[in-house]
Nanobody
Framework: QVQLVESGGGLVQAGGSLSLSCAVS????????MGWYRQAPGKQRELVAT???????NYADSAKGRFTISRDNAKNTLYLQMNSLKAEDTAVYYC??????????????WGQGTQVTVSS
């Protein structure tokens, strides 16, 4: 069984910063692509950023220049540093990982989400 647990969400004023973490635990052989997604009320879940095991990153246009995704492969942990936050960044943020388990099967797993609220 694999679990992803996010932490670090909260309430922040516009222009402020927050840092999210996502710890992956369980029967893990390897974690390939990881990513952060978000879902605002009444909207579909959308991509924020992804990062390959090699460190290559990809960002949504809304996140470029403000957010930084990173990972620690030794700790099986994903991070998202968010700066210059705007009210429109308010959403539940989810992490996702493509995990190879001990049975060599590759599955995508999601965390339970963490709320980020930016007050204007």
């Amino acid at each position: 069984q694999v679990q992803l647990v996010e932490s670090g969400g909260g309430l922040v004023q516009a222009g402020g910063s927050l840092s999210l973490s996502c710890a992956v635990s369980g029967s893990i052989l390897r974690i390939d692509v990881m990513g952060w997604y978000r879902q605002a009320p009444g909207k579909q879940r959308e991509l924020v950023a992804t990062i390959l095991r090699s460190g290559i990153t990809n960002y949504a246009d809304s996140a470029k220049g403000r957010f930084t995704i990173s990972r620690d492969n030794a700790k099986n942990t994903l991070y998202l540093q968010m700066n210059s936050l705007k009210a429109e960044d308010t959403a539940v943020y989810y992490c996702k990982g493509s995990v190879t388990g001990w049975n060599f099967r590759v599955d995508d797993y999601w965390g339970q989400g963490t709320q980020v609220t930016v007050s204007s």
